[in-house]
C-alpha cells in the first residue's frame, strides 16, 4: 500500500485517536502549571512542595504495564473509555477540594492512574496497526493533537481562572475532557476489530523475558527516563519559572502556549523525518536540543523573545520524544504485545519524571533557585539522547501487514 493511499483508507481513525489524545491526560499535562499560582496563593503551600506532585509519576512504574497489558487484551475502546471516565471525574474532583496538600495529590494520582489510558500508550497502537509506510508522518499527527489543544487552551482557560477563579478553571476541563471522550470513543465504536484483537493479544512470558534484556529495550527505557528528569518543568512549572525571570503573569500565561506551539513544530518536523531518515540519528539530533534551552533559561536574563525562544526549544524536544519513542517501539519489536512493550518503556519515562521532581523540590528548597536544576538536565537530555542513537539502525518490521490489511479493509467499509 503506498504512502498516500494508506491516509486515505485510515483517515477516519486517525481523526478519532487524534481528537481523544488532545482531551485526554494531555489537558492536565498542559494546563497544571497555570493553577500552580493560584493554588499556591489560596492555600499557602510553597514551590517546593508543589514541585512534590511529579513525585507521584512513580506510580505509574507498575501502572503502565499493566494498562499496556490490559490495552492489548481488551482493546481500545474499552481502555479509552475507562481512562476518560477517570480523567473527567478527576478534573471535577479537582474543583471540590479543599485545600489539603495530601488530597491534591491523591486527587492527581488516581487520575494519572487510569488517566494513561488516554495516552499515547493506547492510541499509538491503533495508529501503528494500520500505519507502516507512513508511520512516522501518523504517529506525527495524532501526537501533535495534545500540543495543539494545550495551545489553544492554554490562554482561554488562564483567562477563564483571572476572571472566575481556579474551580472554574477544573470545571471547564471535567466538561471539555467528557465531550472529547464521547466524540472519540463513539468514533471508535464503529470499526470492527474482533478477530484481529484475539491475535494480537497472543502473550509469551518468555517471549517477554527475552525483550527486555536486549540492548534496545535497555536502551530505550534508560534514554526515556533520561531525557524526561525535566518533565516536572513542562508539567507544572513553566509558569513559574518563567515568572522567576522577571516576566509578568500574563506573558507567563502566553509562554505557556508557546511552550506548545513548539511541541506541535517538533512532532511535525521530526515525525516527517522518522519516514525519510534513520531514527536513531532523529532522535541524537531531536533530543539533545532541549540542553540548550535549559541553559538558556538558567542565565540571568530578562528579554522575553529571548526566553520564549528557549521554551520553543525545549517544546520542539519534547514533541519529538513522543514520535520518536512510539515509533522505535514499533520498529524494534513485534506489534503482538505493542502496548505492553511501550508501557515498560514509557515507565522509564515517568520514573524520570519522579526523580527529576524530588531533585527540583530539594534543590529548590536549598537554594531557592532553578538554576541548578536546569544544569542537571540539560546534561540528562543529552546523555538520554546518546542511549537513543546507541539503539542502532531499526530493522524494517513490517509484520503483522496481513492483520493490518484486514483492519484497513474493515475501515474502509
Not at 470492527?192 to 535497555?218: G, N, S
Not at 519524571?353 to 540539560?378: D, E, P, R
Request: proline content about 2%.
Amino acid at each position: 500500500m503506498t504512502y498516500f493511499k494508506e491516509f486515505k483508507i485510515n483517515w477516519y481513525v486517525l481523526l478519532a485517536t487524534f481528537i481523544g489524545i488532545s482531551t485526554g491526560n494531555a489537558l492536565s499535562h498542559y494546563t497544571l502549571s497555570l493553577f500552580a499560582p493560584e493554588l499556591i496563593s489560596e492555600f499557602g503551600w510553597t514551590r517546593a512542595q508543589f514541585a512534590l506532585v511529579g513525585t507521584l509519576q512513580i506510580i505509574s512504574v507498575v501502572a503502565l504495564p499493566i494498562a499496556g497489558r490490559f490495552t492489548d487484551r481488551f482493546g481500545a475502546r474499552i481502555a479509552v473509555v475507562v481512562g476518560f471516565f477517570a480523567i473527567s471525574l478527576g478534573f471535577f474532583w479537582f474543583s471540590i477540594m479543599s485545600g489539603s496538600l495530601t488530597e491534591f495529590f491523591v486527587i492527581w494520582g488516581l487520575q494519572h492512574i487510569f488517566g494513561v489510558l488516554t495516552t499515547s500508550l493506547v492510541f499509538t497502537r491503533v495508529v501503528v496497526e494500520r500505519f507502516d509506510r507512513a508511520r512516522g508522518s501518523s504517529l506525527s499527527l495524532l501526537m501533535m493533537g495534545p500540543p495543539l489543544s494545550g495551545a489553544i487552551v492554554a490562554p482561554i482557560l488562564g483567562s477563564l481562572i483571572a476572571a472566575e477563579g481556579w474551580r472554574v478553571g477544573f470545571i471547564a476541563l471535567g466538561l471539555a475532557s467528557a465531550l472529547g471522550g464521547l466524540i472519540c470513543v463513539s468514533m471508535m465504536g464503529r470499526k470492527k476489530r474482533e478477530a484481529p484483537k484475539k491475535e494480537l493479544a497472543q502473550f509469551d512470558r518468555a517471549e517477554l523475558m527475552a525483550i527486555v534484556r536486549t540492548r534496545a529495550f535497555l536502551l530505550l527505557v534508560g534514554g526515556m527516563f533520561l531525557i524526561n528528569i525535566p518533565q516536572v518543568l513542562a508539567a507544572s512549572q513553566i509558569k513559574l519559572v518563567v515568572m522567576a525571570n522577571g516576566i509578568s503573569d500574563q506573558m507567563a500565561t502566553w509562554m505557556v502556549s508557546l511552550y506548545a506551539v513548539g511541541v506541535i513544530l517538533g512532532r511535525l518536523t521530526f515525525g516527517l523525518a522518522l519516514d525519510r531518515i534513520r531514527a536513531d540519528l532523529v532522535a541524537l539530533i531531536a533530543l539533545s536540543l532541549p540542553a540548550i534551552g535549559y541553559v538558556v533559561l538558567a542565565m540571568p536574563l530578562e528579554a522575553a523573545w529571548f526566553i520564549g525562544g528557549a521554551i520553543i526549544i525545549v517544546g520542539v524536544a519534547q514533541g519529538a520524544e513522543g514520535d520518536i519513542g512510539a515509533y522505535m517501539v514499533s520498529r524494534h519489536f513485534s506489534l503482538k504485545n505493542y502496548s505492553l512493550i511501550l508501557g515498560f518503556v514509557k515507565t522509564g519515562l515517568d520514573a524520570g519524571g519522579a526523580i527529576g521532581a524530588l531533585v527540583l523540590s530539594f534543590t529548590l528548597a536549598s537554594t531557592g533557585s532553578y538554576n541548578s536544576f536546569l544544569y542537571i538536565v540539560a546534561v540528562s537530555s543529552v546523555l538520554g539522547a546518546i542511549c537513543f542513537f546507541l539503539t542502532g539502525q531499526a530493522p524494517d518490521n513490517s509484520e503483522n501487514l496481513d492483520n493490518k490489511t484486514d483492519l484497513d479493509n474493515q475501515t474502509a467499509t
